[in-house]
């Protein structure tokens, strides 16, 4: 069975500095790789996706997402975080066929 | 603008009551899914359907229906059998066939039963 692990439940960092969120799968073959972001008491909004390719794949509000394949991990990180990040992040996989597995999100505090 | 509407935005219902949430979308999407949300338990999938008049029930089906009726309507009745039923609950749909599944999401709505 598939299956996504986020470790960092609580993430907190300064404005301006780098991000990385992590992201680890389980899935038997070539995985299809999402992040979604979730303001409070919104719904979810896709930032990228990894389908196949280049393994560097760059998303929506200066996000980008490394697949590695020998770590089985996605990581998620942005150079210069900016307090409008302050949200919510999850990572899901996908082996198609509309299954598709959530993580438990990282929430993301942004102090000035 | 194309996209996917919920309502209400929040909802209150007395324990025991039945209760409806609808999901509507004009995306010309097949398929459409609901999720229920939890703190801490990301999102866990209630029900799904990829053609009219058919649907699968998710993880964690109980206690919950749906209809799928029109290609664009696939509402949520949250019956008395659910035993926990506040929560987020948030509804997706995507293209059938689009392989990879990228989902697309309605804001939510948060019920709470008193």
Not at chain 1, 21 to 47: H, I, M
Request: proline fraction near 5%; charged fraction near 15%.
């Amino acid at each position: 069975a598939q299956s996504v692990t986020q470790p960092d439940i609580h993430i907190t960092v300064s404005e301006g500095a780098s991000l990385e969120l992590r992201c680890n799968y389980s899935y038997g073959a070539t995985p299809y790789l999402f992040w979604y972001v979730q303001s409070p008491g919104q719904g979810l909004q896709l930032l990228l996706k990894y389908f196949s390719g280049d393994t560097l794949v760059q998303g929506i509000k200066g996000f980008e997402a490394e697949f590695k394949r020998s770590q089985s991990s996605f990581n998620l990180r942005k150079p210069s975080v900016h307090w409008s990040d302050a949200a919510e992040y999850f990572c899901a996989v996908s082996g198609g066929y509309q299954k598709v597995t959530f993580g438990t999100g990282t929430k993301l505090q942004v102090i000035p | 603008d194309g996209g996917i509407t919920q309502s209400p935005k929040y909802l209150f219902r007395k324990e025991g009551q039945n209760v409806t949430l609808s999901c509507e979308q004009n995306l010309n999407h097949d398929a459409m899914y609901w999720y229920r949300q939890d703190p801490g338990q990301g999102l866990r999938l209630i029900y799904y359907s990829q053609i009219v008049n058919d649907f699968q029930k998710g993880d964690i089906a109980e206690g919950y229906s749906v209809s799928r009726e029109k290609k664009e309507s696939f509402p949520l009745t949250v019956t008395s059998a659910q035993k926990n039923p506040t929560a987020f609950y948030l509804c997706a749909s995507s293209i059938l066939g689009g392989h990879p599944d990228t989902q697309y999401f309605g804001p939510g709505t948060r019920l709470t039963v008193l």
